[in-house]
């Protein structure tokens, strides 16, 4: 199973950037799939997830501004990221498994893709 995460990158409060998650070796559509991020000194925490039906949960910080998708065509998660804040800054992470509750603890990773997010 690998997951590859790309799409990081610098920019300004009040940007936006798409992060990509390119799954293999995995059942992309029967899986629970979600977004994590990690900044330093700080425990990681959940972004966003995908369920198998296509329902979504969001991190209240992010709610409105974050959007979490997929492409099972394309064995392909994306998390479309807008209005983009200083305290977005973090490693951000995908993550698989076919079950949400235990995504964070059991899941597939990824490498990480650095989100920079500058005032």
């Known amino acids: 199973v690998q997951l590859v995460e790309s799409g990081g990158g610098s920019v300004q409060a009040g940007g936006s950037l798409r992060l990509s998650c390119a799954v293999s070796?995995?059942?992309?559509?029967?899986?629970?799939m979600g977004w994590f991020r990690q900044a330093p000194g700080k425990e990681r925490e959940g972004v966003a997830t995908i369920d198998s039906d296509g329902s979504t949960t969001y991190a209240d910080s992010v709610k409105g501004r974050f959007a979490i998708s997929k492409d099972n065509a394309k064995n392909t998660l994306y998390l479309q990221m807008n209005s983009l804040k200083p305290e977005d800054t973090a490693m951000y992470y995908c993550?698989?498994?076919?079950?949400?509750?235990?995504?964070?603890?059991?899941?597939?990773w990824g490498q990480g893709t650095q989100v920079t997010v500058s005032s």
């Open positions: 993550a698989a498994h076919p079950d949400c509750d235990l995504l964070d603890d059991f899941g597939y």
């Open positions: 070796g995995y059942t992309h559509r029967s899986a629970c």
